[in-house]
């Protein structure tokens, strides 16, 4: 398996992690920035352009840069018809422009998966069970946490905007 990560931020290296752990053979690449320096992650192969690996190998492409960036990125990437795997969220607003890649996207039949765990939740497989075509009328969830333990060493008061 060959992957290529467009962004290495704290959630990029729980996804090679993961990786690593389930295919120890495979191989990952990571587009960096030109002049960024070099992250050294063991088993990862740094690349600055697209281009200087065969993208018809790749068996997917997972996008985990910043928000911001997400839509620009998926307008590159999207001529390889590689599947995605794009962290949440998908964008930071929803425009038209937006609406209309996500739809280019399924047009041309790309598999694509956005991250979002909880819906493997244990709880809310079973309100999907219990909903199973049932009408509701309104829903009401309250949920705490405590945001610095969820990604220690990252601010959790700065947040990703987007213009699309």
Same mark, same amino acid.
């Given at each position: ?12 290296? %729980? ?6 752990? /389930?295919?120890? *053979?495979?191989?990952?690449? @990571?587009?960096?920035?030109?002049? =960024? ?35 620009d990125t ?7 018809? %590689? ?6 969220? /998908?964008?930071? *607003?929803?425009?038209?422009? @937006?609406?209309?890649?996500?739809? =280019? ?54 947040s990703e905007?987007?213009?699309?």
């Amino acid at each position: 398996m060959k992957v290529l990560i467009i962004g290495l931020g704290s959630i990029a290296l %729980k996804h090679i992690k993961a990786l690593q752990e /389930l295919y120890p *053979s495979v191989v990952i690449y @990571a587009l960096r920035r030109k002049g =960024e320096p070099s992250k050294g992650i063991k088993g990862v192969i740094e690349i600055f352009d697209m281009d200087e690996i065969a993208m018809e190998t790749l068996s997917f492409i997972l996008i985990s840069n910043p928000t911001s960036v997400h839509y620009d990125t998926i307008q590159k990437v999207i001529r390889y018809k %590689k599947p995605l795997f794009i962290e949440k969220p /998908l964008f930071g *607003s929803l425009s038209k422009e @937006a609406n209309d890649l996500v739809m =280019e996207v399924g047009r041309q039949g790309i598999p694509t998966y956005v991250a979002c765990n909880l819906r493997f939740l244990e709880s809310i497989v079973k309100i999907k069970e219990l909903l199973v075509g049932r009408r509701v009328n309104e829903v009401n969830v309250y949920c705490g946490s405590y945001l610095p333990d969820w990604r220690p060493n990252v601010d959790f008061k700065y947040s990703e905007r987007c213009t699309c």
